[in-house]
């Protein structure tokens, strides 16, 4: 698969994935290190490897192409993910998605919660996709805002808001960290190949792919109320 033998210690494997050049290789559903809670970064990795890992989850991100990548999707069970998006959408997308720029970010033992309760934590439901179940996407109700706790690589506290397609975004890659794949939460009637999506789904909220495929969007805002990962005509996988 790719990915360094299980019995070697964590510095170990990611020595052993950084020793060749490119990106690194991604590991598909079905393997075990998706499904595992990833081990809490608590300096495994020393300073120059950690730098050199986030650097290649970077490039990796950028080549697939997407959006976040977490550590267990190339084979390493830290909690330490990766988030990037240049959001390069129409206005409509933008507005509907609540989708913005988001610069490169290091999430290290990030955790989320969402912002309000009950009817004030609103939810969103829009198609996503991940690198881990290539060729896939389905629509998924997240949380429109979360509080997300984290450090970053320089072991800097982060405390921030993530609002729309941010939101998403790190509500994706933190269930990453806790063997939680996407599929978990999607409307399963909702799958959909990435031709079908191209072909069918391209409209900007699933509110007709709904309809077509018989599955329910009630009460979030991807429905029809308002706002809410990459290729695909829907948005970005990670």
Same mark, same amino acid.
């Given at each position: 698969?790719?990915?360094?033998?299980? =019995? %070697? &210690?964590? %510095?170990?494997?990611?020595?052993?994935?950084?020793?060749? @050049?490119?990106?690194?290789?991604? /590991?598909?559903?079905?393997?075990?290190?998706?499904? =595992?809670?990833?081990?809490?970064?608590?300096?495994?990795?020393?300073?120059?490897?950690?730098?050199?890992?986030?650097e290649?989850?970077?490039?990796?991100? *950028?080549?697939?192409?997407?959006?976040?990548?977490? %550590?267990?999707? #190339?084979?390493?069970?830290?909690?330490i993910a990766?988030?990037? @998006?240049?959001?390069?959408?129409?206005?409509?997308?933008?507005?509907?998605r609540?989708? #913005?720029?988001?610069?490169?970010?290091?999430?290290?033992?990030?955790?989320?919660?969402? /912002?309000?309760?009950?009817?004030?934590?609103?939810?969103?439901?829009?198609?996503e996709?991940?690198?881990?179940?290539?060729?896939?996407?389905?629509?998924?109700?997240? *949380?429109?805002? /979360?509080?997300?706790?984290? =450090?970053?690589? *320089?072991?800097?506290?982060?405390?921030?808001?993530?609002?729309?397609?941010?939101?998403?975004?790190?509500?994706?890659e933190?269930?990453?960290?806790?063997?939680?794949?996407?599929?978990d939460r999607?409307?399963?009637?909702?799958? %959909?190949?990435? =031709?079908?999506?191209?072909?069918?789904?391209?409209? #900007?909220?699933?509110?007709?792919?709904?309809?077509?495929?018989?599955?329910?969007?009630?009460? #979030?805002?991807?429905?029809?109320?308002?706002?809410?990962?990459?290729?695909? &005509?829907?948005? &970005?996988?990670?």
């Open positions: 698969m790719g990915t360094p033998s299980d =019995r %070697a &210690p964590l %510095a170990e494997r990611v020595e052993e994935l950084l020793a060749t @050049d490119g990106p690194l290789p991604i /590991v598909a559903a079905g393997d075990p290190v998706l499904r =595992r809670i990833a081990e809490p970064f608590d300096g495994q990795l020393e300073p120059s490897l950690l730098a050199r890992f986030v290649a989850l970077r490039l990796t991100m *950028h080549a697939a192409p997407g959006v976040g990548l977490a %550590a267990p999707q #190339v084979g390493v069970g830290l909690r990766v988030i990037e @998006d240049p959001a390069p959408v129409p206005d409509e997308v933008r507005v509907a609540g989708r #913005v720029p988001q610069p490169f970010r290091v999430l290290v033992n990030p955790s989320y919660e969402a /912002v309000g309760a009950g009817r004030a934590a609103l939810r969103a439901a829009f198609f996709g991940c690198l881990s179940v290539p060729g896939w996407q389905a629509v998924v109700a997240r *949380h429109a805002e /979360v509080r997300l706790v984290a =450090r970053d690589e *320089h072991g800097r506290a982060v405390d921030e808001v993530f609002a729309g397609w941010p939101a998403r975004i790190v509500q994706h933190t269930d990453h960290l806790d063997g939680v794949l996407y599929l999607a409307e399963l009637r909702s799958l %959909a190949s990435n =031709r079908a999506m191209a072909e069918l789904w391209g409209q #900007v909220t699933p509110e007709r792919a709904a309809v077509e495929l018989g599955f329910g969007l009630p009460g #979030v805002a991807g429905a029809g109320a308002g706002p809410a990962e990459g290729a695909g &005509p829907s948005g &970005p996988v990670v």
